[in-house]
Nanobody, 124 residues
Framework: QVQLVESGGGLVQAGGSLRLSCAAS????????MGWFRQAPGKEREFVAS????????YYADSVKGRFTCSRDNAKNTVYLQMNSLKPEDTAVYYC?????????????????WGQGTQVTVSS
């Protein structure tokens, strides 16, 4: 069993920054990948970023490329999403998820464990 716990969400003004964390427990993650997704009210859950635990290769949605950075701390079994230059359209519930596929897919169906989500609200 895998447990994923997100933290770091909140309310921020446009142009501001937030760092989300996702702490993973319950298994060895070497060779697996982690993804970040977000879901705004009335919209589909969409891919934001992903990272491989081994090697740290990262992948980003075009909408966040250059503003968001995904990183990981293998010793802490934690992945991070640094979000800079936030925009009101970034407002959503952000989820982290675990996958055993490589490269980490851009679709939610490729992930088998999910966190509970953390709310990010960007005011204009």
């Amino acid at each position: 069993q895998v447990q994923l716990v997100e933290s770091g969400g909140g309310l921020v003004q446009a142009g501001g920054s937030l760092r989300l964390s996702c702490a993973a427990s319950g298994r060895t993650f070497s060779g697996y990948g982690m993804g970040w997704f977000r879901q705004a009210p009335g919209k589909e859950r969409e891919f934001v970023a992903s990272i491989r635990w081994s090697g740290g290769s990262t992948y980003y949605a075009d909408s966040v490329k250059g503003r968001f950075t995904c990183s990981r701390d293998n010793a802490k079994n934690t992945v991070y999403l640094q979000m800079n230059s936030l925009k009101p359209e970034d407002t959503a519930v952000y989820y982290c998820a675990s996958t055993n596929l490589y490269p980490p897919p851009r679709v939610a169906g490729g992930y088998n464990y999910w966190g509970q989500g953390t709310q990010v609200t960007v005011s204009s």
